[in-house]
C-alpha cells in the first residue's frame, strides 16, 4: 500500500474531521479576509517631503542665499533621495524632497528632521516639515 493510498483511506474514515476542519479554515479565511486592508487606488507616488521656512519681509535673494542653499546643503546627504527641488518666493523658501521606491519612509523622515533641527537659522525664520 502506498503512502497516497493510506492518506486517502485515512481522509475518507474520517470525513466529519476533514468536513470541520475545511469549515474552520474557510471561516478563519473569509475573517482575514474582512480584515484584510484593501483599497481601492493604492498610492504609487514616491515618498515625497519637504521643508517649507518663513522669513516674512525678507527678499527673494535674501531667502534663496540664507535659507534655501543651507537647506538643501544640509539635506542633500540623505539616502535614498532621488531629486529635490526648491522655490524661494519673498519671505518664502520650499525645498522638495524625492525619494526612491527602495526608501525606508520612516528612517527617511526621521533623518530629515535630525538635519533640519541641527542647522542654524537667521533670526526670524521659522522652519516647519
Do not use: C
Request: charge should be positive; charged fraction near 10%.
Amino acid at each position: 500500500m502506498s503512502v497516497f493510498t493510506s492518506f486517502i483511506r485515512g481522509v475518507i474514515e474520517k470525513r466529519v474531521l476533514v468536513i470541520f476542519a475545511s469549515i474552520v479554515l474557510l471561516g478563519l479565511g473569509m475573517l482575514s479576509l474582512s480584515k484584510l486592508p484593501i483599497q481601492p487606488y493604492p498610492g504609487v507616488a514616491p515618498l515625497t517631503i519637504q521643508a517649507i521656512s518663513q522669513w516674512p519681509g525678507r527678499s527673494t535673494t535674501e531667502v534663496e542665499q540664507q535659507v534655501t542653499i543651507p537647506v538643501e546643503n544640509a539635506l542633500a546627504g540623505i539616502p535614498g533621495l532621488q531629486a529635490f527641488r526648491s522655490v524661494s518666493l519673498v519671505g518664502l523658501s520650499v525645498v522638495t524632497l524625492k525619494f526612491n521606491d527602495t526608501a525606508d519612509p520612516f528612517k527617511a523622515r526621521q533623518v530629515f528632521i535630525s538635519n533640519l533641527s541641527n542647522m542654524s537659522f537667521p533670526p526670524g525664520v521659522t522652519p516647519k516639515h
